[in-house]
């Protein structure tokens, strides 16, 4: 059995209900080099895999806020025109109106890293340097009470940073 | 008076309270008889021959490149809001109360963007595949376009459609504030499935990461049956390449999931173990219940069903035979059937459904109703072929809480008042 056959009858077993055969390829991909794919493998899971080399603290990050991010996220992320950053922590139970930020809500820190890096500022996406993102981040989670202000996030310190609504999520079955 | 030549039975067959007719009326060629003989115009008499418009006496305008919509249908157009401070990130809406059947053309169909509409060089556009593959591959999309191509009409709809109807008071708006974030196109292209075999897909991969080249780099994960179901990479929309509004060159089509993790100018999927917790499906596309808990990866956008007419701004003429209309579908599989009720609920009559019936796209549905010029309260209510049915509001509600904007899919309400105006109401 070829590999290609082998493939084959893993995923029609991994798809249950999808009974259509795969049409044969006429397999057109370019192979793509770790040094191609470099600029492009932006996303950072909760393991921080794949976090640049860099550093940053909150003292830093503060220049970067006031310089890339007051005007839409106002002062200490206190939010407007666009999203509150900072703040809300214990508003999400029962019968509270609920603050959604970066510190009462988002379940990974890897993920500010993320979404920072690859789509702030709105205006110009992409154009912090590792260390600047790192620092913008490590004032976020210090405004939250997340970090001290002495911390410094780096590749090593980021994914072990636990946000306070970890455990919020609970994965979604229908009909629950 | 004229009599009507068929025997036909004095009243047409009532399905459901205040005026809601046999779904087969306009089958059977009834509507004679549910209209009656005092349905004849009045102005019979008035003798004026029918004018010869300038129109039919001199020749029309000349071919264009590109059709556009006739100027007299000018407000068949979307609506839309940019997030302030910015002119391309927001939403716009279709005009569902001005059409019908069940494919919105391709200028019509909603959009979302998160940071506006990239305009891709499509000659410059690569997708990439890598993370858990033997071989990681790019595509340019002369390459895809030798692929064999695959067609699906699915719709697309919004996670945060209709959640207006999650406030305490009804808004006073219509169809295409309310529910415009929903519409339906045949997207062809490249099963992922077929993508992923080129690379060679690792058995520990689980989900992937599918990444959009606009500048907000959007991104969700996906659990890897479903981009080895029925996923595609999507490169043209009801027949033409696909609108830069809708991902041009490529986009991903997801059919039933919710609409943000279709995403648009697709420029890479990685496969992963476990999914990359992106920032629209943790802080964003998730649904926060009453015990603080949120639920995390609705993808599928459950069964639903809205009237789009009569509705708010289409005020009711005279008293008489009506065709309510609508739309209804299931991200969970077909539509069974759909139920409509000119009272509030209290009753309700079987739609007729409207062929093609297909799992993941929209079926408009039909019921002819008689209004007596009085007070009625029209809903709807959809069942898929899983059983499940649409839900009321209240119950909506209830068993989820009103603390998200994401996936309504209660039953809504248009009240129509003496003399015809309709309103959005709670009922």
Redesign the interface.
Known sequence: MS??NT??A??SA?????GAA????????????PE??AS???????DGAGLPFGSGTPQQGEQVYLAKCL??HGEKGSGK??DQLVGGQGS???GQA?V?T?GS????A??VF??VR??MP?NE??SLRDDEVYAVVAYILQLNGVIGENDTIDAQTLPAVRMPNRD?????S??K | MRKNKRPMPSEPEQAAGNGLLDRRLFLTGGVAAAIGSAALPDNVLAAEALPVEPWMKTPGSPFVPYGQPSRYASKVARIFASVPGTTGTGASRTPHHLLDGMITPNGLHFERHHSGIPDINPEAHRLLIHGLVKRPLVYTLDALMRYPMESRIAFIECAGNSALLYQKEPAPLGVQPIHGLLSCAEWTGVRVATLLEDAGVDPRAQWILAEGADASGMSRSVPLAKAMGDALVAIYQNGEPVRPSNGYPMRLLLPGYEGNANVKWLRRIKLTEGPTMTKDETSKYTILQNDGKSLQFCFAQEAKSVITRPSPGLTMGAPGLYEIAGLAWSGYGQIAKVEVSADGGASWALAALQEPVLPMAVTRFRSPWRWDGGPATLQSRATDDSGYVQPSRSKLIADRGARTIYHFNGIASWGVAQGGEVKHVYA
């Open positions: 590999t290609r493939l084959l893993a995923c991994l798809v249950v209900g999808c795969l049409a044969e390829s006429p397999n057109l991909g370019k192979a793509a080099s191609e794919i492009w493998d932006i996303s950072i899971g909760p005007a839409c025109p666009s999400l139970g029962p609920p959604k970066v809500f988002w379940p990974y890897t993920t993320d979404y690859r789509a709105l996406s992409k919020g999520f609970v994965r979604f229908r009909g």
